[in-house]
């Protein structure tokens, strides 16, 4: 499995707008996607304009895949001039704990 994290400081005032286009394309990235394993939005406590996403695919074709789609695009025209600065950490991963949601 193949793994980003990506870190984003969004500009001041942009965290509404941020979610709105975000949160839509996290949902619609898990329930459509087969290759997209997790999708998580994840808000800093300390610093609310710092967002992380938390996603695993099934590999990096899964993520290439995921760039394809309309809910990608959707979101990526809306955020992209409320970012002002983003980072990746790129992963393989070793291993998860899917009881942590409920899973079986």
């Not at 899964?62 to 309309?70: R, S």
Request: some cysteine.
């Amino acid at each position: 499995m193949y793994c980003i994290i990506v870190q984003t400081r969004l500009k001041p005032g942009t965290r509404e707008r941020f979610l709105e286009a975000m949160l839509p394309n996290a949902e619609a990235s898990v329930r459509d996607e087969p290759g997209c394993l997790v999708f998580d939005v994840i808000e800093d406590r300390d610093t609310p304009d710092l967002i992380h996403l938390y996603e695993i695919y099934a590999d990096k074709q899964a993520l290439a895949a995921h760039k394809e789609t309309a809910h990608y695009a959707a979101s990526r025209a809306v955020v992209n001039e409320l970012i002002a600065e983003q980072s990746v950490i790129r992963a393989d991963v070793l291993a998860t704990n899917p009881g942590a949601r409920g899973e079986a």
